[in-house]
Structure formats: C-alpha cells, structure tokens
C-alpha cells in the first residue's frame, strides 16, 4: 500500500523568497518519487524525480527535493521564487513490487505568488 | 519528437449522451495511464494498460466507463449514458517502462493537455 499527503493545499510566497511545499509519503516497499507541475490550463510537467540514487534530486527550473527516508518525507524547495512558479504542484509515490505500477497522487498544492 | 496528444480538447455534451476520448501516447511507450482531474481535486486513477492489456481497471469509476488500446498505441476511453458529475478534465500519460528495472520505482510519466469534458 502506498499514500502521499500534501500538507498544504495553498503555499503563498513573494517573489524573490525561498518556496517550500511538504510532502509526505508511506510505502510498503522502497518508492519513487516525483513533483510535478501543473500551470494553468497546461498538461503536468514532471519537475524531478527520486529512484533510490542520490537523495537531494535536482530538478528543472531551478527546484529541489530531499528524500528524507526516516522522516517519510520528499519537501519541494527553491531558494527564490519567480512570478513564473505560480502553479499547482503534485506529490507523487509509486512502487513496482508486487506487479503494481500505479502511480499514487497528492492532492496538489497550489503555490501563489506575489510581486 | 511529439509528445503525448488528447483529442478533442474541449468536449461538451447532453446528459444521456456517449463520449468518446482519444490518447496517443508518444512513440514506443509501453504504458498508458488515463486519470481523471475534477475542479480542484487531485488526480483520481482510471485504467492502466501495459501493451494492450489492462492489469488494473480499479480505478473506473462504474460501468459506464471503459478503455480500450489497440497495436500498443492509441487508446480510448468511452463514458456511456454520461452523467453531470462526469464532468472533469480526462488526463492520459505514457511511459516507456511501468517498472524502473534495476534502479526500482515507475519511470517517468509524459502528459497530455488533457481533455475537458462538460456534461450539460
């Protein structure tokens, strides 16, 4: 079994200040991890992921994420934001064992930003 | 190369009516996911088809709703007899690999734009 929960539903940031959107997770196995990005009216852009590697993963645009295994954690960070981040962001866990491939969604945080 | 494609992009129709939404997912990609993104809400989970075959059609909603894959590429999800709370956004996704073999995990999902349903 496998969940994600978003700890905020709205984040609200100005520009030029570090952004932090929390995600938590729980895995029976050892999970991927994903951010996604989904701007208004626009498909999910995937931001970074995490594949049991390194476990501070780049991603694009300037954001990162920390895979926090003893605090079942993955929080998405930038150290400064742009008007342009405005978006909604997605949380997701997803496992292979068991034959199951489903990936599992957070509800999203809506990330606000102001001038 | 091109991305994931959704037709149509915007579908309106009459309660009672059938629709049917189309996925083209990118060249080679042996899964196919489609989901469902109500206002406001997360994604909700439908099919998940490896190849043409679907291991896990938990996710659909009732059986007014079914999808179909054919030659491992495009896919349909047709909603019968559609209902006004079958209004949302339809989202498919594609990946090269469901499994992320030795490094574990799924691989990457590729969206489309999505297509917008409105039941009148």
């Known amino acids: 079994a496998q969940s994600v929960t978003q700890l905020d539903s709205h984040v609200s940031v100005s520009e030029g200040t570090p952004v932090l959107l929390r995600c938590n997770y729980s895995s029976s196995y050892s999970p991927s991890l994903f951010w996604y990005v989904q701007h208004p009216n626009k498909g999910l852009q995937l931001l970074l992921k995490y594949t049991s590697a390194a476990t501070l993963v780049k991603g694009i645009n300037g954001f990162e994420a920390e895979f926090k295994k003893s605090e079942t954690s993955f929080h998405l960070t930038k150290p400064s934001a742009h008007m342009s981040d405005a978006a909604e962001y997605f949380c997701?866990?997803?496992?292979?064992?068991?034959?199951?491939?489903?990936?599992?969604f957070g509800r999203g945080t809506s990330l606000i930003v102001h001038p | 190369g091109a991305g994931v494609s959704q037709s149509p992009s915007n579908k309106v129709t009459e309660k009672g009516k059938d629709v049917e939404l189309r996925c083209d997912p990118i060249s080679g990609h042996t899964a196919l996911y489609w989901y469902r993104q109500s206002l406001g809400q997360g994604l909700e989970f439908l099919i998940y088809f490896q190849g043409n075959s679907a291991p896990d059609k938990s996710g659909l909603p009732s059986d007014r709703f079914s999808a179909e894959r054919t030659g491992g590429s495009v896919s349909t999800l047709t909603i019968q007899r559609t209902q006004q709370e079958d209004s949302a956004v339809y989202l498919c996704?594609?990946?090269?690999?469901?499994?992320?073999?030795?490094?574990?995990?799924?691989?990457?999902?590729?969206f489309g734009p999505g297509t917008r349903l409105t039941v009148l």
């Open positions: 997701v866990v997803s496992t292979s064992s068991g034959g199951s491939y489903i990936p599992t």
């Open positions: 996704a594609s990946s090269l690999f469901p499994g992320g073999g030795r490094l574990g995990g799924t691989d990457t999902q590729y």
